[in-house]
């Protein structure tokens, strides 16, 4: 089993940063991807950021430019820079795991874009 621990979410008025951050643990092994969804209410939830082992990132259109993923393999952790920040970027954020075939997701931190 795979536990993910989120971090880093809060209130940031526009234009502003944050930066998420995932711990990962358990069995860890053969991790395929690590990545970053979020999800507002009423709506699915969305990939925004995505970095497969050994591969090149990918984001979705909405965020290109402006967040940037990364990985630290040796400390399990996966983050998510996003610099300035709009309210539509408002919503929890939530860490994901690809692993054999399975999704594993965190709980989720809430971002909220607002002055």
């Known amino acids: 089993q795979v536990q993910l621990v989120e971090s880093g979410g809060g209130l940031v008025q526009p234009g502003g940063s944050l930066r998420l951050s995932c711990v990962a643990s358990g069995n860890i092994f053969s991790i395929v991807a690590m990545g970053w969804y979020r999800q507002v209410p009423g709506k699915q939830r969305e990939l925004v950021a995505r970095?497969?082992?050994?591969?090149?990132?990918n984001y979705a259109d909405s965020v290109k430019g402006r967040f940037t993923i990364s990985r630290d393999n040796a400390k399990n952790v996966v983050y998510l820079q996003m610099n300035s920040l709009k309210p539509e970027d408002t919503a929890v954020y939530y860490c994901?795991?690809?692993?054999?075939?399975?999704?594993?997701w965190g709980k989720g931190t809430l971002v909220t874009v607002s002055s």
């Open positions: 994901h795991v690809l692993q054999f075939g399975i999704d594993h």
């Open positions: 970095i497969r082992s050994g591969g090149s990132p």
